[in-house]
């Protein structure tokens, strides 16, 4: 099924009997699923599931929904956090594999290579066996498991959640009826949540929001932050300046991306008064091919765009395909997390699971 038509038909925008009858079958398939995450997550609570420890401490940065949360900004930002205080620590990513089925480094393990690159990435499915790559080989003391949360095999010390706040609980439907991958309940495990994207809902939204993550857990801390566009990266065929936020201003942009929520990236570009002339939405990590990017070139000259503007995921899945095109200025929006309040809470939270335990690695 295709994913815009997914995520149309469980936000109930497909009307219809088929969309009715294909709701009621991914109803069936999510009750299927939820019961084997609920057992799962009973295992580990009673410790019939055993976690693996390793000689490390570990951090964990995940979600409870599919699609983009913002965990990337916040790993990136963790990472730098460490460095500032000499500590060695690695990233333990999945990756995402290809067609062929070969696990490869994509998206966000690029993005975090390249952001830190003093910070060891390591693309495995199995985080127990990258964790002791990471001890045993490169003698990490701290260890950023990306999309963690329910990895449960790897014990952690800190659990830390982002939660998308325009559209936090996935319809509060489990997948594939939703985008819950497992109960809001299991928040009972977080240690802090991260609401992400806060300048793109509501004060009363954002409210109601914190209200009901205190219900589930009284005890976890909660911050608020935003993406905050930094500047405008541009491919090395053209130049290798970075344009800054106003440069976008009145421009004709096209964008495109294939993220886990689009809308949320051309919200930021018209937020940042450009003048968005048209978009190409994609599927969540989709693999890019020359057919694309001659559509989305297409597109963006018969609509007169000065430039065609995309995501840093995006750009490392485009670069290279792009850059035989050169009518149209192609560019990234480079962003970072900012936090609005509570960054302090965090970092405390953060130093309190460091504390008497690097040294004694």
Avoid at 181 to 186: C, G, L, N, Q, T
Avoid at 259 to 268: C, D, E
Avoid at 279 to 299: A, E, L, P, R, W
């Amino acid at each position: 099924m295709n994913q815009r038509y997914w995520h149309k038909l469980i936000s109930r925008q497909r009307t219809g009997l088929s969309a009715v009858l294909l709701n009621l079958l991914l109803g069936i398939a999510a009750c299927a699923y939820s019961i084997i995450i609920r057992l799962r997550n009973f295992l580990y609570s009673k410790n019939w599931l055993k976690a693996h420890c390793v000689n490390a401490v570990v951090f964990s940065v995940g979600n409870i929904t599919a699609g983009g949360t913002g965990k990337t900004p916040l790993v990136i930002w963790l990472c730098r956090f460490l460095q500032q205080k000499e500590i060695q620590c690695a990233v333990l990513t999945r990756g995402y594999k290809t067609r062929t089925q070969r696990q490869v480094v994509t998206d966000e393990p690029a993005i975090l290579a390249e952001s830190c690159p003093q910070v060891k990435v390591i693309v495995n499915p199995d985080r127990v066996e990258a964790a002791d790559e990471a001890v045993d080989k490169f003698g990490a003391k701290v260890l950023i498991m990306d999309d963690g949360f329910q990895h449960r095999r790897l014990h952690r010390d800190l659990d830390i959640v982002t939660i998308d706040a325009t559209q936090p609980f996935g319809y509060s439907r489990m997948l594939p009826a939703g985008l819950l991958r497992e109960p809001v309940a299991s928040l009972k495990r977080a240690d802090a949540v991260v609401i992400t994207r806060c300048d793109q809902t509501a004060e009363s939204e954002l409210s109601k929001l914190e209200e009901k993550l205190k219900l589930v857990n009284p005890d976890m801390t909660i911050a608020r932050s935003i993406h905050a566009a930094v500047c405008v990266k541009y491919m090395d065929s053209y130049s290798r300046r970075n344009d800054s936020i106003e440069e976008l201003r009145n421009k004709k942009i096209f964008a495109f991306c294939g993220i886990g929520n689009p809308n949320a990236f051309l919200n930021t570009i018209t937020k940042l008064g450009a003048n968005l002339v048209g978009s190409g939405i994609y599927n969540d990590h989709c693999h890019y091919t020359d057919s694309d990017i001659d559509d989305i070139h297409g597109q963006a000259n018969r609509l007169e765009a000065d430039l065609i503007l995309t995501t840093q995921k995006d750009w490392t899945r485009t670069a290279l395909l792009t850059s035989v095109k050169k009518d149209i200025p192609f560019a990234y929006l480079a962003i970072e997390i900012k936090f609005l309040d509570r960054e302090d809470k965090l970092k405390e939270l953060i130093e309190d699971a460091l504390v008497g335990k690097i040294h004694s690695l």
